[in-house]
């Protein structure tokens, strides 16, 4: 299976632990996003990277969260000090923009990881 | 980022072509429509995306008037998998790293 995966799909924490989420995207795709959706909501967007580069972060991505893409492959999106209001889906999305030309910049999202924090 | 407004939710029955239509009137000249699709438990999918005019592919139809204020989702012959939430989303596509995704649409298609 060639598509975007993401570990764990489901974490159990306590309210204070630090959690980290894996995201491998499809192999020839310099682009990766991270969201978040609460249940009845659309997707939140997180952050982006193209490459190793984290280009844009939201306001939601307060400092307790941080994402890397250290060699611009896979990513870990870490949340710190979690609180009930984390529990959420975190999809990872990854798309290859090929510049100016490409006329589409079609997400292919993972199955996301379920965070639960008690 | 151009807002959009689509129905809470819409109801259908199998064998019936829906259409789903999103507002989005402050739609800027580099925008794009683009409309995905979300099963439970899973992340959204991409159906299609339009500039202008009509766009049709192997699953569904893009309507966009002239003054693309507006778009509309045609799914033709809906079957009971097409239950899902679809999602209209606009935005420059070379900047388009900020995807805005509203609530969505529900579709329940009932037998």
Same mark, same amino acid.
């Given at each position: 299976?060639?598509?975007?995966?993401?570990?764990?799909?489901?974490?159990?924490?306590?309210?204070?632990?630090?959690?980290?989420?894996?995201?491998? #995207?499809?192999?020839?795709?310099?682009? /990766?996003?991270?969201? !978040?959706?609460?249940? $009845?909501?659309?997707?939140?967007? =997180?952050?982006?990277?193209?490459?190793?580069?984290?280009?844009?972060?939201?306001?939601?991505?307060?400092?307790?969260?941080?994402?890397?893409? #250290?060699?611009?492959?896979?990513?870990? /999106?870490?949340?710190? !000090?979690?609180?009930? $209001?984390?529990?959420?889906?975190? =999809?990872?999305?990854?798309?290859?923009?090929?510049?100016?030309?490409?006329?589409?910049?079609?997400?292919?999202?993972?199955?996301?990881?379920?965070?639960?924090?008690? | 980022?151009?807002?959009?407004?689509?129905?809470?939710?819409?109801?259908?029955?199998?064998?019936?072509?829906?259409?789903?239509?999103?507002?989005?009137?402050?739609?800027?000249?580099?925008?794009?429509?683009?409309?995905?699709?979300?099963?439970?438990?899973?992340?959204?999918?991409?159906?299609?995306?339009?500039?202008?005019?009509?766009?049709?592919?192997?699953?569904?139809?893009?309507?966009?008037?002239?003054?693309?204020?507006?778009?509309?989702?045609?799914?033709?012959?809906?079957?009971?998998?097409?239950?899902?939430?679809?999602?209209?989303?606009?935005?420059?596509?070379?900047?388009?790293?900020?995807?805005?995704?509203?609530?969505?649409?529900?579709?329940?298609?009932?037998?």
């Amino acid at each position: 299976d060639t598509g975007v995966s993401q570990d764990p799909r489901h974490k159990i924490t306590k309210r204070g632990q630090n959690v980290t989420f894996r995201c491998d #995207p499809i192999s020839e795709h310099n682009r /990766l996003y991270w969201y !978040r959706q609460t249940l $009845g909501q659309g997707p939140e967007f =997180l952050t982006y990277f193209q490459n190793e580069a984290q280009l844009e972060k939201s306001r939601l991505l307060s400092d307790r969260f941080s994402a890397e893409r #250290p060699k611009g492959s896979f990513s870990t /999106l870490e949340i710190q !000090r979690t609180e009930q $209001g984390d529990s959420a889906m975190y =999809l990872c999305a990854s798309s290859s923009q090929t510049g100016p030309t490409s006329q589409y910049n079609e997400q292919f999202f993972g199955p996301g990881t379920r965070l639960t924090v008690l | 980022l151009a807002k959009t407004t689509q129905p809470i939710s819409m109801d259908s029955y199998e064998g019936q072509e829906v259409n789903i239509t999103c507002s989005h009137n402050n739609i800027a000249t580099n925008d794009y429509i683009t409309w995905y699709q979300q099963f439970p438990s899973q992340g959204p999918r991409f159906i299609i995306q339009g500039y202008k005019t009509k766009v049709t592919n192997e699953v569904a139809s893009l309507f966009i008037p002239a003054d693309r204020k507006s778009s509309t989702l045609s799914l033709p012959r809906v079957s009971l998998s097409d239950t899902a939430v679809y999602y209209c989303l606009v935005g420059d596509l070379y900047n388009n790293n900020d995807m805005r995704f509203g609530a969505g649409t529900r579709l329940t298609v009932k037998p």
